[in-house]
């Protein structure tokens, strides 16, 4: 499947906040309103990025995004989420790809992100593209249950 990527704006908070919600579960409370994405896309140094199937209509839904902050010459993913419809095909990885290419230009030569420990998968794709882990905050992710999971902070240099 051909990707193709373009910018999130505050109008597309909706879009996203949807798509948001497709892409994590909802025990641990991870999901942003589209409040949520108008807000932090007002506040400077944030960027989105989302992808979409090449060819695909501009209504039909976004299939994977992230979001993030820069601050200086360092970024921090804040979210990144892939509709669960399309995961295991390599759609993190290309909008990952394409982030790095995006910070490159943007001369950002560090990026951080946190992760839950349990999170198999995503830690897997990150080790994959060169993340190291750095820390470790624990009790950092609370479920709805109220069990608490640890979250592991994690560096790629660009």
């Not at 400077?44 to 695909?56: E, H, L, N």
């Amino acid at each position: 499947m051909k990707i193709e990527f373009q910018d999130i704006r505050s109008a597309d908070a909706e879009a996203l906040a949807s798509l948001n919600t497709a892409s994590f579960p909802t025990a641990w409370g991870e999901r942003w309103s589209a409040g949520d994405v108008k807000s932090a896309l007002s506040m400077g140094g944030v960027r989105a990025r989302a992808a979409k199937a090449d060819g695909s209509a501009k209504s039909d839904p976004l299939i994977g995004f992230v979001l993030a902050r820069q601050v200086m010459d360092e970024a921090e993913i804040l979210l990144i989420g892939v509709d669960t419809q399309f995961r295991r095909q390599g759609i993190g990885q290309k909008l990952l790809e394409d982030f790095f290419k995006d910070a490159k230009s943007r001369r950002i030569r560090r990026v951080f992100l946190e992760v839950r420990e349990c999170n198999e998968a995503a830690r897997a794709l990150y080790r994959k593209l060169g993340f190291i882990t750095v820390g470790q905050r624990p009790g950092y992710y609370r479920n709805k249950a109220g069990k608490t999971a640890p979250a592991l902070t994690l560096e790629r240099r660009i």
